[in-house]
């Protein structure tokens, strides 16, 4: 089941739930499936891999673990909080997310 969400990949994020809760970064990627969302230098997990044509040496390697889509907000750098995102379609039909504390500042660089 793919559920749509208001977040993208290389959207900044706050984190408003759990062990990491106040800190933010980038999303890396999203998991729609699952409803989670891997963010750039949080949530890190120690994997013990075996030794590969990919990775020779082996060992204990960190690397940023999923956390649920639920615990995390869009952070609105102009008003420095995270904020929820709402949809507005301009006169000529193109739609943009934005910011619902700050609607002038849009989510899609484009």
Not at 45 to 53: G, I, Q, S, Y
């Amino acid at each position: 089941m793919s559920v749509k969400f208001r977040v993208k990949k290389g959207d900044l994020v706050m984190v408003v739930a759990g062990k990491e809760r106040g800190k933010s970064g980038k999303i890396l990627r999203v998991d729609r499936r699952a409803g989670k969302v891997s963010v750039e230098k949080l949530n890190i997990v120690k994997r013990h891999t075996k030794p590969n044509a990919k990775n020779r040496q082996g060992g204990i390697l960190e690397r940023e673990g999923l956390m649920d889509i639920s615990n995390v907000m869009p952070f609105c750098e102009s008003i420095q909080k995270p904020s929820r995102i709402r949809t507005k379609v301009f006169e000529d039909g193109r739609k943009s997310r934005v910011y619902q504390k700050s609607p002038n500042e849009s989510l899609d660089k484009a």
